[in-house]
């Protein structure tokens, strides 16, 4: 195993941290607790389904793909 860095779009070194949030994903305590103790066999049904990132995400390429 190597250590690896994504520099995709820095142009300074603090922006290999890739902290800066483009798109805010706004979660209540029930659906943060739920994404980080999600125990599944299967994490497909549960990533389209209730992974609020991916929601967003896909709720993001839909909304380009309408435009």
């Known amino acids: ?8 779009d820095c142009k300074t070194a603090a922006d290999t941290f890739h ?3 483009e798109v ?3 979660i209540n305590p029930e659906e943060f607790f739920d ?10 049904d549960w990533l ?5 990132f991916m929601k967003k995400a896909l709720e ?3 909304s380009e793909q309408a435009d």
Do not use: F, Q, R
Not at 1 to 8: F, H, K, L, N
Not at 48 to 52: A, I, K, Q
């Open 1 to 8: 195993m190597e250590p690896a860095v994504d520099i995709s």
């Open 19 to 21: 902290g800066n949030v």
């Open 24 to 26: 805010p994903v706004e």
């Open 35 to 44: 994404y980080w103790n999600s125990s599944s066999e299967d994490y497909s």
């Open 48 to 52: 389209l389904h209730e992974d609020p």
């Open 60 to 62: 993001l390429m839909k």
